[in-house]
Every structure is written in C-alpha cells, then in structure tokens.
C-alpha cells in the first residue's frame, strides 16, 4: 500500500516525454490531468478501492452496518482546510487518512471545511492558455507552490507551454522578451522552495507552413537558471533528473 516517489516520478517522466513528442495532444489543462491521471492509475498501489468509515447503512438489526462505502486514493479537484475556495489538480491521498472519511460527498474527515485531507502527494500544472503574461504566470506559479508546501510527502508543479513559432522578426523577439520574463519568475520562486517541491517548466515549439521545427517539436527545460533546448531523445532523462532532485 505504500507508494514510492520513484515510482510517480517514473509515471510522470514518461506522459510528459509523450506530450513533448506530440504537443498537440492537449486542448486544456484538464487532459493533461486526464493523462497524468490515467497513468498514476496503472500503479498497483493506486488501481484498488479502500474502505472509507463511510457506512452503506443500516443492517438487519437496524443498527449501522460494518460494511463502509470504498473509494480511490487519487483525486481530481480537491480542497484545502486552510485555504478557502482553493483545490488542487490531482492528488494522493494515504490509506491510513482515507478510512477515516465521514464525508460521502466531498470526502473529508470531518462534515466541514476543517476535513479536507492533507494529500501525500499534490500536482498543479499549467499551460500557455492559463499563463499569458509575465505579471500573470508569477501568480499561477506562486499559487500552485503555495499549494503543493501542503503536501506531506511530495508536491509537484509543473508548467508545459506551446509557443508557435510564426516568424523570425518581431515575433521571435517578443517571445524571447517573454522567456526571460518567465525564467526570472522561476528563479526568484526556486529561491528557498521546500525540498520536497519539484518546479518543472517546460517550452515546445511548435512548427507551421512557413517555419519548420524539426525532430517533431523542439523542447526546452527550464534548468540551471535559464530554458535550455534539449535532445528530443534526451527528454525524458532531463524530467526525471529535476523531479528527482
């Protein structure tokens, strides 16, 4: 029932290689929860029901029955106690927190906002549709931090943007001007940032009649201070070095 880091970090290595090689796989942010989602599933750990402290009703005695509704320890759109009208993108919860739920519908410990669950595990994405400006991806990334410090064993953050390159003049200069936007952004936030919190951002420029990108898409990682291209074959490696610390 214990679920290791290495195994979610090797999950979300190999559906965020398979974005990078086909950034148009994604309309929103929901698919690719939809597919973080679908591969946190295939983990043992993850796949099976447990029991809440829910019961199904009463029994032929007409006392309250030892049979308890079941559910899952992944969760889409979760909340937080201590943060109002906040939820999180995906989580995981532990086995332990998940047989104490009360709360059928909202699956908390408690019947109020004081039940929310502390997750295990928290991960906030984003995509160019919810960044846009400098001013406006600081507090995206600042906010997805300030929820993922929740966390009891692992946060994770991480930011994928699809940037169509449509000429070398004006535009090319505006989206340069944009990037070091961005990469100043993320440094001030990696400064102090728990150590239990990974920060992924990742560009994919994306090709059009009048401008080729080769090797289907060209991918640059945020690493070492600055977005660096990388190998389309190298990828995958590069994700898991900075979710593995």
């Known amino acids: 029932m214990t679920i290791t880091n290495e195994k979610i970090d090797e999950v979300l290595a190999n559906i965020l290689d398979y974005i990078c090689k086909n950034p148009l796989i994604f309309v929103s942010e929901t698919d690719i929860h939809s597919l973080v989602m679908d591969g946190l599933m295939k983990i043992p750990e993850l796949s099976r029901l447990y029991p809440t402290n829910y019961t199904i009703g009463l029994n032929n005695y007409g006392k309250p029955s030892n049979q308890r509704y079941n559910t899952l320890r992944v969760h889409k759109e979760y909340g937080h106690y201590d943060m109002p009208r906040s939820r999180s993108d995906l989580v995981i919860l532990s086995v332990k927190d998940v047989n104490k739920i009360v ?3 909202n699956l908390r410990t408690l019947n109020n906002k004081s039940g929310w669950i502390v997750p295990e595990y ?10 846009g400006s400098e001013r406006i991806f600081r507090g995206h990334l600042n906010n997805d931090i300030k929820k993922t410090k929740k966390s009891k064993k692992k946060g994770y953050v991480i930011h994928i943007q699809r940037n169509i390159c449509k000429s070398r003049g004006t ?15 993320i440094k ?11 920060i992924l951002v990742i560009i994919v420029d994306i090709g059009n009649e009048g401008r080729v990108i080769g090797k289907e898409g060209k991918v640059k990682i945020f690493k070492n201070g600055k977005f660096t291209g990388i190998n389309k074959n190298k990828v995958k490696d590069e994700i898991k070095k900075i979710l593995r610390g």
């Open 103 to 105: 709360d059928p519908l």
């Open 122 to 131: 928290i991960f906030e994405f984003g995509t160019e549709k919810s960044a």
């Open 171 to 185: 535009e090319l200069a505006k989206n340069r001007s944009k990037y070091e936007g961005y990469s100043n952004v």
């Open 188 to 198: 001030k936030a990696l400064i102090g940032v728990d150590t239990n919190i990974r």
